[in-house]
């Protein structure tokens, strides 16, 4: 499978799956790509968070339906704390509904499983230079059905909304700070 982008730069990924089987599959059709290197696999959102803070990928590939944290809560977070990490979504889901909390979360693009090595190859690409990668009928679904601006604005993400049920609780600035630390770290 030879590159076919000009983009010669080595993108370092981080798989983020709970099946072990697609891990292996994407690893071995993504070892083709000599431009491609595979620093890490973890199979939970939360481990997910422990390992992009130590290896700092240059793209995280990231499922959505995963134990301990789903892959939208999981990318919200890393997107916060890591901003020159890019995150890509490898889901099943085809539903605006998740393509839309994905991208609110702060994820580049949106893939689904049924996409060949080389568009999985050329999203990762499109992604670690700045840009957004949509799979082909994604991106036909959203042409057709635009989210309202007003909507958007006023959609609070899932981080969010913990922020404010503690807040509702009476809990300080520093307590919920430390909430927060204790909720998503392996600590």
Not at 88 to 109: C, P, R, T, W, Y
Not at 141 to 151: F, R, V, W
Not at 161 to 170: K, M, R, S
Request: charged share 20%; with cysteine; proline share 3%.
């Amino acid at each position: 499978m030879p590159n076919s982008v000009t983009n010669t730069q080595v993108t370092s990924v981080l798989l983020v799956d709970d099946h072990p089987m697609v891990q292996d599959g994407l690893t071995a059709c993504l070892s083709y790509y000599h431009d491609i290197n595979i620093i890490g696999t973890t199979q939970d959102g939360k481990s997910a968070l422990a390992k992009a803070l130590t290896l700092k990928p240059d793209v995280i590939l990231m499922d959505i339906s995963m134990p301990d944290m789903n892959g939208i809560d999981a990318t919200e977070i890393i997107t916060e704390q890591l901003t020159s990490t890019k995150v890509l979504i490898f889901s099943m889901h085809d539903s605006l509904e998740f393509v839309n909390s994905a991208m609110q979360a702060g994820a580049s693009g949106y893939i689904l499983k049924d996409t060949g090595s080389a568009e999985v190859y050329t999203a990762i690409k499109a992604v670690a230079s700045g840009k957004t990668y949509f799979s082909p009928s994604i991106a036909a679904a959203l042409a057709e059905n635009p989210q309202e601006e007003e909507e958007e604005k006023t959609k609070l993400t899932t981080r969010e909304q913990v922020i404010l049920a503690y807040i509702a609780q009476g809990l300080s600035n520093k307590a919920v700070a430390k909430m927060l630390w204790n909720k998503f770290s392996d600590s």
